[in-house]
């Protein structure tokens, strides 16, 4: 099992990025599989809190509509922001105007 704490104990957070997410949407991807893995490890919590930014968002939505239809792009961009039915999974990480991420304080 991999562990979600670093020195201080806190729990690690993960940044799910565009070809895991597209890799795991588009079930003829030839990631597909590793992809559908990785985030399964995502959501049971093995790895932390997953955040996806909102240029990762959109990266991964843009990409779904160029290489498919309306259809599953807006299925994929529901399914990120946690519209209902699909669950609220993903943290976001826009950027503030004090200069702070979401919930993550970055220096």
């Known amino acids: 099992?991999?562990?979600?704490?670093?020195?201080?104990?806190?729990?690690?957070?993960?940044?799910?990025?565009?070809?895991?997410?597209?890799?795991?949407?588009?079930?003829?991807?030839?990631?597909?599989?590793?992809?559908?893995?990785?985030?399964?490890?995502?959501?049971?919590?093995?790895?932390?809190?997953?955040?996806?930014?909102?240029y990762i968002y959109d990266e991964a939505v843009t990409l779904t509509l160029k290489r498919g239809s309306f259809p599953p792009a807006k299925r994929l961009g529901d399914r990120l922001r946690g519209v209902d039915p699909y669950p609220q999974v993903y943290r976001d990480t826009r950027q503030s105007a004090s200069g702070s991420y979401g919930n993550l304080d970055l220096p």
């Open 1 to 54: 099992m991999i562990s979600t704490t670093f020195c201080t104990g806190d729990p690690m957070t993960v940044i799910v990025d565009t070809g895991v997410l597209y890799a795991d949407h588009d079930r003829d991807a030839t990631r597909h599989e590793p992809a559908s893995e990785a985030l399964g490890a995502v959501y049971d919590g093995n790895l932390g809190t997953p955040y996806v930014s909102d």
